[in-house]
């Protein structure tokens, strides 16, 4: 199993930037598809943004499309959530999560398909 360590996460104003880093270990994570979710109060978690092994396919949900960039360096076993624009309602814990796939193109969005999942890192933006 890989391991996820999420970091980067703070309280930060509406309009400004964050990038959050989930740090690999135990394997190699150009094994696996990556994913971000969040979970705010009181809600469900949420996807967020998804990208494939060789980092060449990614999507994300509509509500964070145009604002964050979801990538990965394999070789520095990381992935990272670039977020820009940053709004009262993007407050959450963030989880980042890893799920091993044999498509190298493979993106996963359904929370429920992930196997490896951080401890979370918390996002407060303030208005």
């Known amino acids: 199993q890989v391991q996820l360590v999420e970091s980067g996460g703070g309280l930060v104003q509406a309009g400004d930037s964050l990038t959050l880093s989930c740090a690999a270990s135990g394997r190699t994570l150009s094994s696996y598809a990556m994913g971000w979710f969040r979970q705010a109060p009181g809600k469900d978690r949420e996807f967020v943004a998804a990208?494939?092994?060789?980092?060449?396919?990614?999507y994300y949900a509509d509500s964070v499309k145009g604002r964050f960039t979801i990538s990965r360096d394999n070789a520095k076993n990381t992935a990272y959530l670039q977020m820009v624009s940053l709004k009262p309602e993007d407050t959450a814990v963030y989880y980042c999560a890893a799920v091993s796939s044999i498509f190298s193109d493979r993106v996963v969005t359904n929370g429920n398909e992930y196997i490896n999942w951080g401890q979370g890192t918390q996002v407060a933006v303030s208005s």
């Open positions: 990208i494939s092994r060789n980092g060449g396919r990614t």
